[in-house]
C-alpha cells in the first residue's frame, strides 16, 4: 500500500485527469456524434442512463439501427474497456493522496471506485452480449444488465461523495493550520 500511497501524487492524478478528459470531451462524444448519424435521430446509450426496461432497449436499438450498434459495440469493447481503468485508478489515486497522512484506515475507502469499475466491466459485457444477440434478447439478460448499470453509477457516485467530503475534509485541516 506504500508504494500505491507513493504513487498517489498530483502528478500522476494530472496525467490521469487528462486523459479523463479526452476520453470524457473528445472520445465519447466523438462516438455518441457517429452513433447519433447513423440512428434515426439523437439517442441516449444505455451506460449513461441509471435504468431501463426490454422495450426501452428494444427501441434503442432499433433507432441505432445495424450501423449504430456496430459503432456501440465497438465504443463498448474498444473505448470503454480503457475508460474504467483510467477514471477508476483517477478516483483510487485522489482518494489515497487525500488520505495518506491519516492514522486510521481511510484508504479502505478506495474499495468504492474499484467497485464501481467492476461494475462497469460486467455492464459493459453485458451491453456487448445484448448489442450481439439483438433482437434475441431476454427481459432477464436486459434486467441483469441494468442492475448493473444501476450498480455502476451507485458506486461512482458513492466515489464523487467521498472524494468530496475528503477534499473538504482536507481543506478544513489547511485552513484551521493556517490559522
Do not use: C, H
Request: glycine letters at 2%.
Amino acid at each position: 500500500m506504500e508504494k500505491l500511497k507513493k504513487l498517489a501524487n498530483w502528478k500522476t492524478i494530472l496525467i490521469l485527469f487528462i486523459l479523463f478528459l479526452l476520453f470524457t470531451l473528445y472520445l465519447f462524444p466523438k462516438y455518441q456524434k457517429i452513433i447519433n448519424d447513423v440512428s434515426n435521430g439523437e439517442v441516449v446509450i444505455l451506460d449513461e442512463l441509471f435504468d431501463y426496461s426490454k422495450n426501452d432497449v428494444d427501441k434503442l436499438f432499433n433507432a441505432m439501427g445495424e450501423k449504430g450498434r456496430d459503432v456501440y459495440i465497438y465504443m463498448s469493447s474498444v473505448i470503454d474497456s480503457v475508460y474504467p481503468i483510467v477514471y477508476g485508478l483517477l478516483a483510487f489515486f485522489i482518494i489515497l493522496n487525500l488520505t495518506k497522512n491519516a492514522d486510521n484506515k481511510s484508504y479502505l475507502l478506495t474499495i468504492f471506485p474499484i467497485m464501481t469499475v467492476i461494475f462497469d466491466y460486467f455492464e459493459n459485457f453485458n451491453i456487448i452480449r445484448l448489442l450481439k444477440k439483438f433482437p434475441n434478447i431476454t427481459e432477464t439478460q436486459v434486467e441483469i444488465t441494468s442492475m448493473l448499470t444501476q450498480g455502476k453509477w451507485i458506486f461512482l457516485y458513492l466515489t464523487f461523495v467521498i472524494i468530496l467530503i475528503l477534499f473538504i475534509s482536507k481543506l478544513i485541516i489547511i485552513l484551521k493550520k493556517s490559522k
